[in-house]
């Protein structure tokens, strides 16, 4: 069983930065892959970014040169820094692991960016 815990969203005013955590349990991580997903109020969950096990990237074009993911697999950690953040980018935001056959999800950080 894989157990994730996010850590690290809040409240700040547009233009500011959060760094959101996410720890896994169990012994699978370092050959998943990772990735961050976000749900605003009133729409479908999307992708933001995801990590594999070689560490390969990819982010979608909305964020782009703002946020960066990144994996400390010694301490079973994902990481998504969030700068020059914009109101559209408040949304609850979710930490995903991916075997390749199996899927889990954290409970969800709060993300709120005022303007």
């Known amino acids: 069983q894989v157990h994730l815990v996010e850590s690290g969203g809040g409240s700040v005013q547009a233009g500011g930065s959060l760094r959101l955590s996410c720890a896994a349990s169990g012994r699978i991580f370092s050959l998943s892959t990772m990735g961050w997903y976000r749900q605003a109020p009133g729409k479908q969950r999307e992708l933001v970014a995801t990590?594999?096990?070689?560490?390969?990237?990819n982010h979608v074009e909305s964020v782009k040169d703002r946020f960066t993911i990144s994996r400390d697999n010694a301490k079973n950690t994902v990481y998504l820094q969030m700068n020059s953040l914009k109101p559209d980018d408040t949304a609850v935001y979710y930490c995903n692991l991916w075997t390749g056959t199996l899927d889990y999800w954290g409970q969800g950080t709060q993300v709120t960016v005022s303007s």
């Open positions: 990590i594999t096990d070689a560490s390969i990237t």
